[in-house]
């Protein structure tokens, strides 16, 4: 998100591509390929194993269910069975997707020695269509892993200008990066997957090329879109509650001062009238007394409300710091959900 998005994993781990897709495949097609002969089969190993593997292969119904939400076409979810893609529960994720980072929350991986995805179990009803997303980006990943040499080098340039079309300013700039510092190498396969799950606007070649593995590739981009905009709306709270206690501790702050300097000169003129009224002649009048101790008494009623605005703006502080916990819990609700561990936002509370 964020937030909510996973980092590469290292090469020298069970390598993966961070995120999921999910796809299924019609049997009949696969059984009808297989009949493609010996000698055909020996110059295409890949894709003999990938159909056998797809022939044996009985999809959960969490996994199918996955494929149709992504709107996958018959090929899409070929690849996707022919990964065995599993759902892995919470405790045995780090085991099959390794990588582990503060604030960064790895959904999914693709393990390239053995061609396999394994999937996070988000948890959040607000997310859940992001394991959707997670599984189609995994699906690009085992259809990459397939392709020649000569056609990841195509789509390159097409994949690049697409992501200079989002602008310097784009999130995914960061996580690029992120995917970069990891594995220099990853750049245009995770562009690939990225672009292809989360980015609804494409140029006409791509939009093409993706339509081979989608039937509807606005079904998995909108769902992104969806989970994208939980994360939004919780950060632009964050921040304008954020903004708020900053912009009030500096109101109290000053009235604080300005109080502390008030009630130090009144109690300097306090003392000043009462020696002054224990000592006969100090007052020219009767009159002058009463209005000198006039003037006292009001600018201690005024100095009292001063308190009392300053104890509210207090108590306005310390319930905004309450909305900002509360607040947090939530973030963290949702971290959790994907697998994402993070430091709070904080606010001293003023006494």
């Known amino acids: 998100m964020t937030a909510h998005h996973p980092r590469p994993l290292s090469p020298a781990a069970r390598v993966g591509r961070a995120i999921a897709l999910s796809l299924a495949v019609l049997m009949v097609a696969v059984q009808f390929a297989i009949l493609g002969g010996v000698a055909w089969g020996v110059q295409n190993p890949r894709v003999v194993a990938d159909q056998w593997t797809v022939a044996r292969y009985t999809p959960p119904a969490e996994i199918s269910a996955l494929a149709d939400r992504a709107g996958l076409s018959d090929r899409g979810r070929f690849y996707f069975y022919a990964s065995r893609p599993e759902i892995v529960p919470t405790t045995e994720f780090d085991d099959v997707c390794t990588f582990r980072e503060p604030g960064i929350g790895v959904l999914g991986c693709y393990t390239l020695a053995d061609g396999r995805i ?46 200079a079309a989002l602008g310097p300013d784009h999130e995914l700039v960061e996580r690029i990066a992120l995917y970069e510092e990891v594995d220099p190498s990853s750049r245009i396969p995770e562009l690939y997957a990225i672009l292809g799950t989360e980015v609804a606007d494409l140029s006409p070649v791509l939009v093409e090329h993706y339509s081979g593995w989608f039937d509807d590739r606005d079904r998995v981009t909108g769902l992104y879109a969806e989970a994208n905009a939980v994360f939004r709306d919780l950060d632009r709270r964050l921040e304008a509650l ?110």
Do not use: C, K
């Open 118 to 163: 394994f999937l996070f179990p988000i948890s959040s009803p607000e997310l859940e269509g992001l394991q959707v997303v997670v599984a189609a980006h995994e699906m690009l990943h085992a259809v990459w892993d397939r392709m020649g040499r000569e056609e990841q080098e195509a789509l390159a340039g097409p994949l690049e200008e697409a992501f």
């Open 242 to 351: 954020q903004d708020d206690l900053t912009e009030l501790s500096a109101v109290i702050d000053a009235d604080r001062a300005e109080f502390i300097r008030e009630s130090d000169e009144l109690a300097a003129d306090i003392a000043d009238f009462n020696e002054r009224a224990d000592t006969p002649g100090a007052f020219d009048s009767e009159e002058q007394f009463a209005a000198e101790r006039a003037d006292i008494i009001a600018r201690q009623e005024a100095l009292e409300a001063s308190r009392d605005a300053l104890n509210a703006a207090v108590d306005r502080y310390n319930a905004l710091v309450a909305d900002l916990e509360a607040l947090n819990a939530e973030a963290a609700e949702l971290n959790r959900a994907i697998n994402i561990s993070v430091t709070p936002q904080e606010a001293e509370p003023d006494d």
